[in-house]
């Protein structure tokens, strides 16, 4: 069995492809980009539509296959802005259309979830999901995946984003960010939320901004990154006791950050458990992971063969049927 999945849920136009072996034949993209102020989903969608061709023709080039080779297509219908998941659906639909092959529509948090399973070999894991528009702590129970615990009012990603415009950056902003929390070298005394085992970063973000000219930016950004990743640890480390799980998986595309990878490593070391980051080329947005959450329907003998999206399906409302 081998599937090709495209993902095109924000500013990532992605295909990749993937067998039952689990052997990655290929897992190609383009990104969206600026060099100031944040994604526009009309532009974003633009962009993915300029992409199409090149990315999935790309793909298959890498893969060595022939469309009769391909079992199935994937695509991600969900989370995500709407006018650049209606590009990757009808570009899914028109290729299952061309090449006569089902089609498996994909929730975009679960693929992040199922990969990073796959790549860190976990079995029961806690999953930290940190992308743009998304923060939840989360678990998989009777079927579902349970939330424990998410944020009350942005995503992480888009908080650091949102403060990179804020301080000169352009999109994304959290790589940079990233590297100037390793350069701070004083804390700024910034809000800390915590509701039981839900966040929120408005109020840390808005107080960050305030400072901006006032602080160094590289403390300030240290400072914002420590507050901000330290609640995610506290509410995954809480998620844990409560479950009894073992094993944490750090997924989604601020999974890329090397700060909130080791402030939760250090807090399952203490802990006795285990944590799991994907490598980042998995982290962030991509194809493949699209497909090998299509490949797990497929084989599940999944039916549902629509290219509706829907940009605000949640994790908790999808059976996991595999």
């Not at 809480?238 to 999974?255: C, F, M, N, P, S």
């Not at 890329?256 to 458990?273: D, H, N, T, V």
Request: charged share 20%.
């Amino acid at each position: 069995m081998i599937i090709l999945g495209i993902e095109s849920t924000a500013h990532t136009f992605g295909a990749g492809i993937i067998n039952e072996k689990k052997e990655i034949l290929a897992n190609e993209k383009s990104s969206f980009t600026t060099k100031q102020g944040g994604i526009h989903p009309r532009k974003a969608a633009e962009h993915h539509s300029q992409n199409v061709l090149s990315v999935v023709k790309k793909a298959m080039e890498k893969s060595k296959l022939s469309w009769n080779q391909i079992d199935g297509i994937a695509f991600s219908q969900g989370p995500g802005l709407g006018p650049c998941l209606k590009v990757g659906a009808v570009a899914a639909r028109t290729l299952s259309i061309i090449h006569n092959k089902p089609l498996f529509p994909v929730n975009h948090c679960i693929a992040h979830i199922e990969i990073a399973k796959v790549l860190g070999k976990a079995k029961n894991p806690i999953i930290v999901f940190t992308s743009g528009a998304n923060t939840q702590i989360i678990g998989l129970e009777n079927k579902k995946y349970r939330i424990f615990g998410e944020t009350l009012d942005t995503g992480l990603g888009n908080m650091l984003d949102s403060f990179g415009r804020k301080i000169g950056l352009g999109f994304p902003a959290g790589p940079v960010l990233d590297k100037w929390y390793f350069e701070g070298k004083k804390l700024v005394e910034l809000p800390y939320t915590v509701k039981g085992m839900d966040l929120a970063f408005s109020g840390l973000q808005t107080a960050a901004e305030q400072k901006i000219g006032k602080e160094n930016k590289k403390d300030l950004a240290y400072s914002l990154l420590h507050n901000a990743f330290a609640m995610v640890t506290e509410v995954t480390e809480r998620a844990l006791a409560h479950t009894r799980k073992k094993e944490v998986i750090i997924t989604g595309g601020v999974a890329a950050s090397k700060a909130l990878r080791q402030m939760i490593q250090k807090m399952c070391y203490e802990r006795g458990a285990k944590a799991f980051v994907p490598p980042v080329e998995f982290c962030v947005d991509n194809g493949l992971m699209i497909a090998w959450n299509g490949l797990l329907l497929s084989k599940s003998k999944h039916k549902e063969n629509n290219s509706e999206i829907k940009p605000y399906q949640r994790v908790d409302q999808v059976n996991v049927s595999w």
